[in-house]
């Protein structure tokens, strides 16, 4: 041991310095997402504290933040045997099971009025636990078999969300936490997305990285990961702390620099905890990691120990395990799919397997490079997700399993729907079918779909199978056709009864009159999506206007860049397009002056976040709302946000916005603004 007399007082000094802003920097950033200074400014500290240890190495200490970049190779992880054994969770799927489970927990308690419990996220990941001796994270080890399991201190000293050393001077002498570690989906696909790059092999999936980043013997390669974890409770504890909750030792842990999830509610009762269940399902694919369920713990720790623990699952928590959004299936072909811009797409057709809570037959494959990418043969047994509402992806291919028969696959030479040269330019990805929607069927009935979509004309009971009909009968060529349609007409077709031929005729009827940015977005030019065409409705006004616009008059549009203005105007130059456009007003589309072409939008240079539900209206009519009063509306909430619209079950983004006292309103005062602007939610009763 150096007695450290040779070093500098200052270096000494500045080093500890430095070492405690980086922490409460990492703090900020890994722990509570929340950073104070930028990126760069950190590299600076840190480079600064790097150098003062290169220059006097007695300075460094075990648990100085450089310490993190990883020690040396291991030869293999030592087993670690677990004081406390690391439980598993009794699992159910049905709200009746849920019933069941806290009727036994009430009976076995004796108490007749229902339970507070805690609702947390059910994390997809690695379960680790982390000793901490006198504040020193001392060891971290995998949960194993639950009583035995791995040292993986080495590994886990390398992730910044775990603190190395705890210095508030409540912290037991004793204090093992437990939690899940596991990767951002950003941070999975932005590591992926580098490793393909270098010609390295992909992660399958965030679970599968986490877990094969803890089992490197190498922590320098642990270190490259992007692994973060959240705790969730407490093992063994040695000295004076007696948290009476779940919730209170979490804000314990929390209050010590832990990572906690924010998303965790204590709730009441069967009532409270299905409440919960829902509504973070509905969020589930917007939280930014994989969840496989909820876990609903009593909250209560004395009536914890009085249920006690049934040989290896406690009897106070169970798992509510949702639909598992990843499945293995067989890929029995691969066939070519005509989107309305002519582009031609690759759909892998598989065994029927059910996946994210629906039986899934096909996937996209995005375009002949992805196939390369996975290297994907018909036959071939592949890895498929399934998340919220995005289409299902084929994420891996499982090469073992290949048969010797499987398929190599090739994009044809003719467009399956008209048979025209299939071209892909130069330097682009996609392919695409070389005739137009007049020649190509496919395209006129993928851009009639469009046409009639909820965010385009929103044409009430005119379904893909229909507009499949009409196109093959001939009887619509272009959208103007559909208002064309008699009720006879309709009432001849397959599948049509004089009912429905009525209501379809109807609704035609309702939808003649929309918005100038819904029929921008419904003509489907390419790139112009529902944002672009507001964009455009509220920039030129009128269609006349639009339609004559240059390419540089184009591009004065806020966020159109020379690719989208050059699509718009391509497309407006075409005489058959126009005439098509034109056919449209012709047959009595129409729509009000969009406000703004009087004068400034009253929302304009505002930006709006909506979070929660709300009742009178769906997200996509209030934002749609918001945009015809001229407000951008975001899906996070920043120092640039100008107000929040919050329902219930708002999270996070409403935490934040309270934090960073940006104004909030309630339904009902979102409603009284909308009124005020004319965009007011009407007394329509056609709901269903
Ligand atoms: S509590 C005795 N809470 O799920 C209770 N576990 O089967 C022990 N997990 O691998 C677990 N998120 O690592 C608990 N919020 C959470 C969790 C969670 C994920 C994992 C845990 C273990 C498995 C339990």
Redesign the pocket.
């Known amino acids: 041991m150096s007695s450290g007399g040779d070093i500098p007082k200052k270096a000494r000094e500045r080093a500890a310095e430095l070492r405690e802003q980086i922490r409460y920097h990492n703090h900020r950033y890994y722990v509570l997402d929340d950073p104070v200074i930028a990126d760069a400014e950190y590299d600076r500290l840190f480079d600064e504290l790097v150098a003062l240890e290169a220059d006097h190495p007695d300075l460094v200490t075990d648990d100085s933040p450089t310490q993190r970049i990883g020690g040396e190779p291991l030869t293999a992880f030592d087993s670690v045997r677990h004081q406390v054994p690391?439980?598993?969770?009794a699992k159910c799927t049905t709200v009746e099971e849920l019933e069941d489970w806290l009727k036994r927990c009430r009976n076995r308690l004796e108490r007749d009025e229902p339970l507070a419990l805690t609702c947390?996220?059910?994390?997809d990941?690695v379960?680790v636990t982390l000793l901490y001796q006198d504040g020193r994270l001392t060891l971290a080890a995998t949960?194993g078999d639950g009583e035995t399991g791995e040292d993986i201190t080495a590994n886990v000293r390398t992730l910044k969300a775990v603190p190395l050393s705890l210095d508030a001077d409540d912290v037991p002498a004793l204090l093992e936490v437990?939690?899940?570690i596991y990767m951002a989906q950003a941070d999975f696909q932005a590591f992926n997305a580098a490793a393909l790059e270098a010609g390295e092999k992909p992660l399958v999936n965030p679970r599968n990285g986490a877990a094969g980043s803890l089992r490197q013997l190498d922590p320098k390669v642990t270190a490259r990961r992007p692994l973060t974890l959240?705790c969730?409770?407490v093992g063994r504890i040695d000295g004076d702390w007696s948290p009476a909750t779940q919730k209170a030792v979490l804000d314990g842990l929390a209050g010590w620099g832990f990572r906690v999830?924010p998303e965790v509610e204590v709730v009441t009762g069967a009532e409270g905890a299905e409440a919960y269940i829902d509504a973070l399902l509905e969020r589930r694919s917007r939280l930014g990691y994989d969840i496989d369920g909820v876990?609903i713990?009593v909250d209560d720790l004395s009536l914890q120990r009085r249920l006690g623990t049934l040989s290896r699952?406690?009897r106070w928590?169970l798992?509510f395990k949702y639909p598992a959004e990843e499945a293995t299936t067989r890929v029995l072909a691969v066939d070519f799919q005509v989107g309305r811009t002519g582009a031609v797409t690759p759909v892998a057709r598989l065994e029927p397997v059910f996946v994210g809570g629906v039986t899934v037959s096909n996937a996209t494959l995005h375009n002949m490079d992805e196939i390369a990418r996975l290297d994907l043969h018909v036959g071939d047994t592949v890895m498929i997700r399934r998340a919220g509402d995005v289409i299902p992806q084929v994420m891996a291919v499982i090469t073992a399993k290949r048969p010797k028969d499987a398929e190599p696959v090739s994009l044809p030479d003719g467009c399956p729907s008209c048979g025209s040269p299939i071209v892909r330019p130069e330097g682009e990805v996609v392919a695409r079918c070389s005739a137009g929607p007049r020649t190509c069927p496919a395209q006129r009935k993928e851009g009639l779909k469009h046409f009639a979509s909820r965010l385009a004309l929103d044409i009430d009971g005119l379904g893909d199978k229909l507009v499949e009909q009409l196109v093959e009968a001939d009887l619509v060529r272009e959208p103007a056709d559909l208002f064309r349609l008699g009720a006879d007409t309709l009432a001849g077709l397959e599948r049509m009864g004089e009912k429905s031929a009525a209501n379809l005729v109807a609704a035609l009827e309702r939808s003649r009159e929309t918005t100038l940015a819904r029929l921008i977005y419904a003509l489907g030019i390419r790139e112009v999506g529902t944002a672009t065409a507001q964009n455009l409705a509220s920039h030129f006004g009128s269609l006349e206007a639009l339609m004559a616009a240059d390419q540089a008059a184009l591009e004065a549009v806020p966020d159109v860049g020379p690719v989208v203005a050059g699509h718009v105007h391509a497309y407006f130059r075409d005489d058959e397009r126009r005439a098509a456009v034109e056919d449209l007003v012709e047959v009595g589309v129409h729509w009000p002056a969009p406000p703004g072409a009087g004068g400034p939008a009253p929302l304009a240079g505002e930006t709006w976040v909506l979070t929660g539900s709300l009742e009178s209206l769906s997200r996509d009519e209030a934002k749609e709302r918001l945009q015809a009063l001229g407000a951008k509306v975001t899906g996070s909430v920043s120092g640039k946000t100008d107000c929040v619209v919050a329902g219930p079950g708002a999270g996070s983004k409403l935490d934040k916005a309270r934090k960073l006292d940006v104004p909030v309103l309630d339904e009902a005062e979102f409603l009284e603004i909308l009124n005020r602007h004319g965009q007011g939610v009407g007394g329509s009763d056609d709901a269903g």
């Not at 690391?86 to 969770?89: A, K, Q, R, T, W």
């Not at 947390?120 to 994390?123: C, L, Q, Y």
């Open positions: 690391m439980l598993s969770l947390e996220p059910k994390i990941g379960a949960r437990r939690g899940e959240f969730y409770g999830n876990v713990k699952t406690p928590a798992a």
